[in-house]
């Protein structure tokens, strides 16, 4: 499984850009893709970002979700999200193959791809 832009990769954009993203499957499976990101939740994350500086409470993450990637063909999904916040945003693909509820992720379990947007 490979995603496009690889995991780990760092991006700068500016807002108003989209962000473009690939999951190739190596053969057919049926099941769905997403991506898991912080895009588009600025706010929160600033909110965790305050709380952890000035009350030493630690980020809650709920600043993250993830947007369903449509299958453009029998093997690959794209999503393009649109960047309208100024901020530094994470996301990775993953994909669940019907009758799991464990995903598959690409690359390492760590990687994720960083977008910078000013």
């Given at each position: ?6 995991p780990g990769t760092h991006r700068l954009y500016f807002r108003g850009d989209a962000a473009v993203f690939e999951l190739e499957l190596p ?92």
């Amino acid at each position: 499984m490979k995603q496009i832009p690889a995991p780990g990769t760092h991006r700068l954009y500016f807002r108003g850009d989209a962000a473009v993203f690939e999951l190739e499957l190596p053969q057919e499976i049926s099941g769905q893709a997403f991506l898991r990101t912080n895009l588009g939740h600025a706010a929160r994350q600033r909110e965790d970002i305050i709380a952890w500086t000035e009350r030493g409470r630690p980020p809650r993450g709920l600043d993250w979700h993830d947007l369903p990637m449509p299958r453009v063909d029998a093997c690959r999904f794209r999503v393009s999200v649109a960047l309208l916040e100024v901020g530094h945003f994470e996301g990775k693909c993953l994909f669940f193959p019907d009758g799991q509820v464990e995903p598959i992720w690409p690359g390492f379990a760590g990687d994720r791809r960083m977008a910078r947007s000013h």
